[in-house]
């Protein structure tokens, strides 16, 4: 396979001329995610040089794609790094950001901080354009004491469900909800949607209002509002509300409705095939059903991705910018179909609805998965020899966990260190003690790729690695801790990009209101970048009546800012209406 040459720079002015045009791009940030929240460029993606073999082959799959990295401005810098790293892996067009993020804003452009930006400066763009009918958690609770209850629903996947969620509140999460059965008219018990802050909540409501729920609301600011007012919450729930799902023929007649109001398109296998075999453009494939990949296989080609958090989480899983997308939902398409509504209103793909019968295996051959290159790799230790040599040599053998320091904060090995494999420099200690390197990771995956860069930058070294993780070690049966102390950490946790979900109890809210006030902002702020740039769908008429008429809790604002019941019987107004945005181009 052909390698990259030595990587080229590529100016500010020039990337900028690049992320206007319509040429595809995969414009990469290999700083560890501390340094990306600090600050970064709108449209990048945050591929840590941590993980960067691990994932860049389903993160920009077409190694013609031109790819530029981006880090900091300093040299050496890990940018340089990731070069010769994605040159070694067969990408064929990898350019380096001139002077990082730092050059950029030399050049009086502008960076964002924060993670997931852009698609919470949409969902909050979301919110003014269609005017998402919204409801503060106060008015919420006071129609509640005044006897006039609500269908409350948190659109979280189950795993953030169970994390923490607003007493009462049941469970359908992203595109799923759409897929309930829901009354004709309004009724007594309006629904009242909501998330952890603010994104999936607006995006789950607006979704109900334009497929013609009539009275769907969302929950002001969420779980954490919810909580910060000091309102029922609870820990490891079970959905207290469970919406039986509508029939095949009404989820159909939904679908259709999107696709041809919306102009939504459409391809069939033998499309599918054409774009497959296509060579210079990226094509990725998701199959959108929510047992893909554990209930059963997902189609062929295609990456599970349960349907609404492709949506949520496309900036970890699409890295190339005018990249083709096709989603996959059977049988009736609704879970296809919403996700294109929203995904062609980020503007930064070409999105297309699957219909008909997907393409069996042996039509084409896959090519997207992460390939992580095997020169040198060791062979690795079953938790069962990693147990014996414990047992036998536990002085001269010491355990470096290598992954997410979120997961080596839930379990590790008994005694393991931690190392953020971009460096490898302080492992010298352990080797000029005598001491036996083997290398753990929750899969094993990152683990034996540390060996494999051990032996290759200390020839003769004897690191090994523990096939299957720490998953496996636990599936044995043997001991994992939680407890560790500073001295065991080699890097920093500098992988923790500020999960307000990681924050202790302690400083809870505080984090939870700064981080409130953070998404409630970071629209506007980000409207400053020029490469930035939505293209939503007019508003239809029809939800814009239905917005400013839907629902059955009236709360009228006081001059002291609080939410109190109406009348009995009438009607709520939007709590928080503002103009809508007109269309960008």
Request: with cysteine.
């Amino acid at each position: 396979m052909a390698h990259a040459p030595a990587s080229p720079s590529i100016t500010p002015p020039d990337l900028l001329a690049l992320l206007l045009g319509k040429e595809e791009v995969a414009l990469l940030d290999v700083r560890e995610a501390r340094a990306y929240v600090a600050g970064h460029l709108g449209l990048s993606r945050m591929a840590p040089l941590s993980t960067l073999e691990l994932e860049v082959r389903a993160l920009v799959p077409r190694l013609g794609t031109p790819v530029v990295l981006v880090d900091g401005g300093d040299a050496p810098g890990p940018a340089l790094r990731a070069a010769a790293l994605l040159g070694r892996l067969g990408y064929l067009d990898v350019r380096m950001l001139a002077g990082g993020t730092a050059g950029w804003r030399a050049a009086g452009l502008p960076l964002i901080d924060g993670y997931g930006t852009l698609v919470k400066a949409f969902g909050d763009r979301v919110r003014r354009h269609y005017a998402t009918p919204t409801l503060p958690g106060a008015a919420v609770r006071a129609a509640q004491a005044c006897g006039r209850p609500a269908t409350l629903v948190d659109v979280r996947p189950a795993g953030e469900y169970a994390y923490l969620s607003v007493q009462g509140a049941g469970n359908h999460a992203g595109t799923e909800l759409a897929l309930r059965e829901w009354p004709a008219g309004a009724t007594e018990a309006p629904w009242v949607l909501n998330c952890f802050s603010r994104t999936r909540g607006i995006i789950g409501t607006t979704t109900l209002g334009l497929l013609g729920h009539p009275d769907a609301h969302f929950l002001e600011d969420g779980v954490m509002q919810w909580a910060l007012d000091g309102a029922p919450v609870v820990q490891n729930a079970r959905p207290a509300v469970e919406l039986p799902q509508a029939s095949e023929e009404e989820l159909r007649r939904r679908a259709d409705s999107l696709v041809d109001r919306f102009a939504l398109p459409r391809l069939d296998a033998d499309a599918l095939l054409q774009l497959r075999a296509e060579s210079g453009r990226s094509l990725y494939q998701f199959d959108l059903r929510p047992g893909a990949g554990d209930a059963f296989e997902p189609a062929h080609g295609a990456r599970a991705v349960a349907g609404g958090q492709l949506l949520m989480h496309f900036e970890n899983l699409v890295g190339t910018r005018h990249a083709r997308i096709v989603l996959f939902d059977e049988p009736h398409g609704l879970r296809a179909a919403v996700t294109a509504f929203w995904l062609r209103q980020l503007d930064q793909f070409e999105v297309f609805i699957f219909e008909g019968r997907w393409p069996e295996a042996g039509q084409d051959e896959d090519e997207t998965a992460p390939q992580p290159s095997d020169e040198a790799v060791p062979a690795g230790l079953s938790a069962a020899q990693l147990k014996a040599l414990l047992a036998s040599a536990s002085a001269s053998i010491v355990i470096v966990d290598v992954g997410p320091s979120f997961d080596f904060e839930r379990a590790h090995l008994p005694g393991a260190h931690f190392l953020l494999p971009w460096t490898l420099e302080p492992l010298h200690p352990f080797r000029e003690a005598g001491k036996r390197i083997v290398f753990s990771s929750p899969d094993g995956r990152a683990a034996r790729l540390a060996a494999r860069d051990t032996r290759e930058r200390w020839p003769g070294s004897d690191a090994g690695w523990l096939r299957g993780g720490t998953v496996g070690w636990q599936a044995a049966g043997l001991p994992v801790e939680q407890a560790w102390e500073p001295r065991r950490l080699l890097t920093p946790f500098d992988d923790d990009w500020g999960s307000v979900m990681r924050v202790p109890a302690a400083r809870r809210d505080r984090a939870w209101a700064d981080y409130l006030a953070w998404e409630r902002g970071v629209s506007e702020r980000l409207a400053a970048d020029p490469t930035v740039r939505f293209r939503l769908f007019p508003r239809p008429a029809k939800f814009e009546a239905a917005s400013l008429a839907a629902g059955r809790i009236c709360a009228v604002r006081m001059s002291s800012g609080d939410f109190l019941p109406s009348a009995k019987g009438a009607r709520f107004l939007r709590c928080t209406a503002s103009p809508p945005l007109s269309r960008k181009p």
